[in-house]
């Protein structure tokens, strides 16, 4: 059974603090994503990591960056927080199996509070 | 750019009745299509994706690309299946492209 797990469920963040939200997946995968769940948007996707080291950015990067050092492991930064980073974090891991699409597994997610 | 359409932000319907969720993409390739859902206080998982065809909790999807449509249907609705439904369509480079979801109630 796939288990991707978040460091926080909540967390409470003053404006202009750095944020580190932390993502582990014990499976082995590949892949690793970063979104953003915000009710009326769906979600949208901030970054995301094919390989240790390697990343890409998403539909909407502007405020963060990603650290992956291992393959386990996918970091999500927020160099200098903001009350528009407000938002419900998730966090997924896939592996690369061909044509047919990945199936992602999420995490159960990081609620942001920014003030 | 792929987009992922999903126009009903809401939808009610009474138990027993059928229900469909809209999902419209563009994309002139070959689509990857998923419907992923999320119960109350639950992660999000995937419900079903269109290359299995096969119906899971009831529910199915055709891919029609004549009118690039992935509808999620199921013939009777259960008060369990209330939650949140999103469509999603992988590119070939592992991303996901979600639509905006669909909540989805089910009157008792």
């Known amino acids: 059974d796939v288990k991707v797990t978040q460091s926080s469920r909540y967390l409470v963040k003053r404006t202009g603090e750095k944020v580190f939200l932390e993502c582990v997946q014990d499976?082995?995968?590949?892949?690793m994503f970063w979104y953003r769940q915000d009710p009326g948007l769906g979600l949208r996707l901030i970054y995301f990591?094919?390989?240790?080291?390697?990343?890409e950015k998403g539909d909407i990067p502007e405020g963060y960056s990603v650290s992956r050092e291992k393959k386990e492991r996918f970091s999500l930064i927020l160099e200098s927080a903001s009350t528009n980073q407000t938002s419900m974090y998730l966090c997924?891991?896939?592996?690369?199996?061909?044509?047919?699409?990945?199936?992602?597994?999420f995490g159960p997610g990081t609620r942001l509070t920014v003030t | 750019a792929q987009r992922v359409t999903q126009p009903e932000k809401l939808l009610s319907v009474f138990k027993g009745a059928p229900v469909e969720l809209k999902c419209n993409y563009s994309?002139?390739?070959?689509?990857?299509l998923f419907w992923y859902v999320q119960y109350s206080r639950q992660r999000l998982q995937l419900l079903l994706r269109?290359?299995s065809r096969e119906s899971i909790k009831g529910f199915t999807a055709d891919l029609n690309k004549g009118e690039t449509s992935f509808h999620l249907k199921k013939p009777f609705a259960q008060e369990e299946d209330s939650a949140m439904y999103y469509c999603a369509h992988q590119t070939g480079a592992n991303n996901l492209f979600f639509g905006t979801g669909t909540r989805l109630t089910v009157i008792p």
């Open positions: 499976m082995d995968h590949e892949n």
């Open positions: 994309y002139s390739g070959s689509p990857e």
């Open positions: 990591s094919y390989d240790v080291k390697m990343k």
């Open positions: 997924a891991s896939s592996a690369h199996l061909g044509t047919g699409g990945d199936e992602q597994y």
């Open positions: 269109h290359i």
